[in-house]
């Protein structure tokens, strides 16, 4: 009987010591790899584009935002090698991200008709099924908005996307197994030229899954288990910011309202200090930047402008231009209409500088609230030089001024009831507020030909400037 006990505490030791000896096997191995979790969140980083440090902004604003989803999942990001190493060392110890430096693969479409060259390098997406260490990898586009925990994704099949596009998937959010044959089998795909519409990911990965449009919806099971094969997704995964602005709100009924995308134009992407109020999505974006990564790195070079421009403004008023008053102009007739079509025209650009040099001396990523009224006292502090040095009336040069502030006040109003009445709104502004404008400009043409008329700005080269007294005689 004791020889039997003995022989059953044994066997228990034993079996301890080996379920130790696989667990301690098995920490080791994932300390080795870094790997916390079976699933990650992927995003990728190349250099090359004029907006590389904005889609760094919104690459480290959209992985510290899955943070406070408790999400269940390691934060990847796929860089190219040429990725600034200051970069990769924010991502990882500012940001906790895991970051997987690879070779850029080379696009062998870039040199078909109608390629953009900004998709040169996408084709490094397709490292996302060479991330062995992971069972599930979400793939992401930087332009991500999320609204809630999306971990149930990972239990979708081998490859599942949305289709925003009735008959084309969108791959700004896709589900993968790595696995090193499809990967393999990718690179092979990439060297025989297989078809691609737009040279880009989105057209390879469409090629590649020519069928996924009649596969099933993926529901994610009940009991937590995977489901194998290819899937679409529910819309509510990927939702178009477009949808939002029709109503002011989201009503999307197939899946959860989890995740918005901004597949528009590069220069509407929400990370612009520009997309607030023009998209009324774009304040929260900016409220998920202010929340997680904050603007410590524009702050300076905003109050650095602001000060300039309200030097400017103190500067113009204190010290008015020295312009000589004015006889007769003696000049040739021709010689003087010339002169003067020249003047109209110089007046014409420095108002259109005046709106167009502080917007981009802006640092791009602010936020709206920063970004505007430092745009706003910029083109003030332009507009009251114009107005001083070429002698012209100050509201008709301000007339502008306040119509595009009041147009900004118009889109920022919160309680439309739909994008419809907003848009309807706006246009009712711009068409009672472009007579004030053009009247405006009228009136500094007939002030510019005025003074025109009766003195020159610069006297004759040789000649010395009467004085007001005796210009008032004359």
């Known amino acids: 009987m004791a020889g039997g006990t003995i022989k059953c505490l044994v066997l228990v030791l034993a079996i301890s010591l080996l379920a130790t000896d696989v667990l301690g096997r098995q920490e080791v191995e994932e300390k080795r790899h870094g790997t916390k979790h079976r699933h990650a969140y992927a995003a990728m980083m190349y250099m090359g584009t004029p907006r590389d440090y904005e889609f760094y902004v919104a690459l480290r604003v959209m992985m510290r935002s899955l943070v406070k989803f408790q999400i269940q999942a390691d934060r990847v990001v796929i860089a190219s090698s040429d990725v600034p190493a200051q970069w ?20 062998p479409y870039e040199f078909q008709g109608g390629f953009n060259p900004r998709f040169k390098l996408t084709m490094n997406k397709l490292y996302a099924w060479n991330l062995l260490d992971y ?7 930087s332009d991500n908005l999320f609204l809630q925990n999306t971990d149930e994704l990972f239990q979708c099949g081998q490859f599942c996307a949305v289709f925003i596009n ?87 009924p197939c899946g959860p309202n989890s995740v918005v995308t901004f597949p528009s134009a590069p220069w509407f992407k929400p990370w612009y200090w520009w997309s607030w109020p023009v998209l009324p ?32 403004i103190i500067v113009t008023k204190l010290v008015k231009p020295a312009c000589s008053k004015l006889c007769y102009n003696r000049r040739p007739e021709k010689w003087s209409a010339f002169m003067q ?30 970004g505007w009224p430092l745009y706003l006292l910029g083109t003030l502090s332009l507009a009251i030089v114009v107005a001083s040095f070429f002698v012209l009336p100050s509201l008709a040069v301000l007339t502008t001024w306040i119509g595009l502030a009041g147009s900004l006040f118009v889109m920022a109003y919160p309680w439309y009831s739909n994008g419809i009445v907003r848009a309807l709104t706006l246009f009712g502004y711009a068409f009672c507020a472009a007579p004030f404008v053009w009247a405006s400009m009228v009136k500094i043409m007939d002030s510019l030909q005025t003074h025109l008329e009766r003195e020159p700005f610069f006297p004759r080269l040789g000649e010395v400037a009467q004085g007001t007294e005796f210009s008032k005689l004359y």
């Open 341 to 370: 079509g020249m003047l109209k025209v110089l007046v014409l650009w420095s108002m259109l500088a005046t709106y167009t040099v502080p917007f981009f001396l802006i640092p791009r990523t602010v936020h709206p609230l920063m």
């Open 88 to 107: 990769v060392q924010a991502m990882e110890k500012e940001d906790g991200l895991k970051v997987v430096t690879v070779q850029n693969l080379k696009n």
């Open 166 to 252: 009735p008959c084309i998937f969108h791959t700004g959010l896709f589900v993968l197994q790595p696995s090193k044959d499809v990967f393999d089998n990718m690179l092979h795909e990439l060297e025989i030229g297989r078809s691609n519409p737009d040279g880009a990911d989105q057209g390879f990965l469409v090629s590649y899954f020519p069928d996924l449009l009649d596969r099933p919806m993926f529901y994610p099971p009940a009991n937590g288990t995977k489901v194998n094969g290819t899937y679409r997704l529910p819309l509510g995964y990927q939702m178009d910011a477009s949808y939002y602005y029709l109503k002011l709100r989201w009503n999307v």
């Open 135 to 141: 069972d599930r990898v979400v793939m992401l586009d």
């Open 281 to 312: 999505l774009g304040l929260s974006w900016h409220e998920q930047r202010r929340n997680n990564l904050g603007y410590a790195s524009e702050l300076p070079l905003v109050l650095i402008e602001a000060a300039l421009y309200i030097s400017i």
